[in-house]
């Protein structure tokens, strides 16, 4: 089975900007969906940008404006580009890629918004 590897995490001050990357080891094939979930202090993991199966984008309200979700299909990669980072942004990143049979979760990234 394919490993997902995130990467990009770390201290940044608020209203800063860090880019997330989430590398796949081999293609995956039958993506039903593809994304970044997020897991804070109240231990609650949550959706926070995603490529639905028709290809459109959705993201939580939270981060709308702020947050962009990318993929490079050549890479096997999807990127979550966050700026204006709050506080409140303080998680794990978890990347996520669903298919018809497998649900892929990498180990996660820390990022931490403080001054």
């Known amino acids: 089975q394919a490993q997902l590897v995130e990467s990009g995490g770390g201290l940044v001050q608020p209203g800063g900007s860090l880019r997330l990357s989430c590398a796949a080891s081999?293609?995956?094939?039958?993506?039903?969906?593809m994304g970044w979930y997020r897991q804070g202090r109240d231990n609650q993991r949550e959706l926070v940008a995603i490529?639905?199966?028709?290809?459109?984008?959705k993201y939580v309200d939270s981060v709308k404006g702020r947050f962009t979700i990318s993929r490079d299909n050549a890479k096997n990669t999807v990127y979550l580009q966050m700026n204006s980072l709050k506080a409140e942004d303080t998680a794990v990143y978890y990347c996520?890629?669903?298919?018809?049979?497998?649900?892929?979760w990498g180990k996660g990234t820390l990022v931490t918004v403080s001054s």
């Open positions: 490529f639905t199966s028709g290809g459109s984008t």
């Open positions: 081999r293609r995956i094939i039958s993506i039903v969906d």
């Open positions: 996520n890629v669903r298919t018809v049979g497998v649900n892929y």
